[in-house]
């Protein structure tokens, strides 16, 4: 989803891929088990991406940090409705290309 919203990010351009990079591991904790500071730490990766995985800094932070509060607000089921409807279109195409890739891996 990150990279999907990035071309919608009006502060300053944002590279998709790097917007991709940073929501993938943003969750690496979660997905791996692991310390994601610690994960991070042994990656050679650019500061930007590192700020944005783990404290949602910069522009590619307010990205990942958009992404999760949407993801937070359909888990919790909290004001669903307030969501802005392009922001909404755009995470739940999302969430359908990825649930796509997986049935075709699985």
Known sequence: ????????????????NRAFLAGLLSGADVMLEVDL???LGEMDLSTDIKDA???RRGALGAVVGKVEE?????ALKSAPLSINRTLLQIYSESAKNVQALFNEVV
């Not at 989803?1 to 998709?16: F, N, R």
């Not at 949407?70 to 359909?74: A, D, G, S």
């Open 1 to 16: 989803a990150c990279s999907a919203l990035a071309p919608h990010y009006k502060a300053e351009p944002i590279d998709i």
């Open 37 to 39: 500071a610690s994960f």
């Open 53 to 55: 995985a783990l404290h």
């Open 70 to 74: 949407v993801e937070r607000r359909l």
